[in-house]
């Protein structure tokens, strides 16, 4: 469907105003006095603030519509229906949040009929296109040939090769909405012991990926995920960081491992996992997520926030110490990619948003040098202690103050609510039995 005319759209500026001029100045007092409190400890607050602002994370298209499990899914009211309507809610989440100006499309979940208008679209509301998204884990109608074995490492050469055409026409798309990555996440693998053969099925996936890379445009990046299972449930190809790491580096410098939270085993050390990625030079990229279980998909910093603070922990450190990691050009993209289920999705997802720029500016507190000593003296305890002090730190003036500077809503979902934005879009977006906007 194209559409002729932008429309309506976002929250109405005034509305945002409104609701600004009535908690600013008690942001102000908490501002100034964490402001104070900082320098105490040698931080300065209007530093902190204008990082926070500068912190950016794009949002998944798939994320606006309510996702769902293997059992059922819930659609709420007014859900977006297409593309076009998944752009609105983007740019309503950017306007009240301000760390969202990117998204993150899924081919064919999203595929333009005219890639060019749904880039001037994004544009008249203020976002970009991020990293692209590449889908050969379900078969679409229309395929010749069945993704149910593989897809990339299917043994049957005719399957990667459409396989291989199917990434390689994400990356045109891409090309025309100003992207300049794609990821790459297979569903190949085996549920069974004996049904795959472990080796020859990564041969034949550096293979894909070397017709695949050798598509790639100059200055685009392509991103490897890993995950350790689902939907194969006993082996995957690409199954962990190290795996990931090997084939990126097999197959050179515009090839990088993204690491999604929730494609680890419960026990995984995930900062370990970045540190080692970075490291060696192949840290790409992030898709944000928390979980208690497996892949759970829950809203970020949801369950396990320490985690999060330890990952950028890892992150601002690496910024922060260039020597320490090979990659010159260290800037890794940060992507949501979550399934919210029984939550409004764009609260979700500005919550989400809000709560990696909190883990971001919390490893912005760490004093590093007083860690470096205590590490180096082997002062365990308080080596510790330097990091739950930054981690303990209440930060949240300085992230509503990024928002209010950068023109956006100092309690966006507070904000949100009272806009009437949802009710609008549920009278403007009557539901369709047959569209499937989420992850089910
Ligand atoms: C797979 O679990 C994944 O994390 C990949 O990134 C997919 O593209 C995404 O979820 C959406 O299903
Ligand atoms: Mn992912």
Not at 196 to 213: G, Q, T
Request: contains cysteine; neutral net charge; glycine residues 8%.
């Amino acid at each position: 469907m194209l559409r002729a005319m932008a429309g309506t759209f976002g929250i109405p500026p005034e509305q945002i105003e409104r609701h600004n001029a009535e908690r600013r100045a008690e942001l102000e007092a908490d501002h100034t006095h964490l402001g104070k409190q900082l320098a105490r400890r040698g931080l300065d607050v209007e530093r902190l603030t204008t990082a926070a602002q500068r912190f950016e994370v794009a949002v998944p298209s798939w994320g606006v519509g309510t996702g769902g499990t293997r059992f059922a899914r819930f659609p709420g009211p007014g859900e977006p229906r297409d593309v076009w309507e998944k752009l609105d809610d983007c740019a309503a989440i950017h306007q009240l949040g301000r760390a969202t100006p990117r998204v993150s499309l899924h081919i064919p979940w999203d595929e333009p009929e005219d890639p060019s208008a749904l880039a001037r679209f994004a544009k008249e509301r203020g976002l970009a296109f991020d990293a692209m998204n590449s889908n050969t884990f379900q078969d679409f109608p229309g395929a010749k040939h069945s993704y149910k074995f593989g897809s990339l490492t299917h043994t049957d050469a005719a399957v990667r090769r459409q396989a291989i055409e199917h990434n390689l026409h994400v990356i045109r798309v891409g090309e025309k909405l100003g992207s300049r990555s794609i990821t790459v996440w297979i569903g190949d693998g085996g549920n069974f012991p004996g049904q795959i053969h472990f080796r020859a099925a990564l041969e034949r996936y550096l293979e894909s990926l070397r017709a695949i890379h050798a598509g790639l445009p100059a200055g685009w990046t392509l991103f490897l995920e890993h995950k350790v299972y689902e939907p194969a449930l006993y082996s995957t190809v690409l199954n962990d960081w190290g795996t990931s790491y090997w084939c990126a580096r097999e197959l050179g410098d515009q090839v990088q491992c993204l690491v999604d939270l929730g494609h680890h085993a419960p026990t995984t050390n995930i900062e370990l996992v970045v540190a080692r990625l970075i490291q060696f030079g192949k840290l790409g990229g992030f898709h944000f997520n928390d979980s208690k279980h497996g892949d759970d998909d829950l809203d970020s910093g949801s369950i396990q926030p320490f985690q999060l603070f330890l990952v950028f922990n890892e992150l601002v450190d690496a910024e922060q110490s260039r020597a320490a990691r090979r990659d010159p050009r260290f800037a890794p993209a940060y992507m949501l990619d979550q399934s919210h289920n029984v939550t409004d999705p764009i609260e979700s997802l500005l919550a989400s948003a809000g709560e990696l720029q909190r883990a971001f500016v919390q490893a912005s507190l760490v004093d590093r040098d007083a860690l470096a000593r205590f590490q180096q003296s082997n002062d365990v305890l308080m080596a510790h202690r330097t990091l739950k002090r930054a981690f303990t730190t209440d930060v949240e003036p300085i992230l509503a103050m990024a928002r209010l500077r950068s023109g956006g809503a100092i309690d966006p979902i507070g904000a949100f609510r009272a806009s009437g934005y949802r009710a609008r879009k549920a009278e403007e977006r009557p539901a369709v039995s047959s569209h499937r906007s989420g992850i089910v």
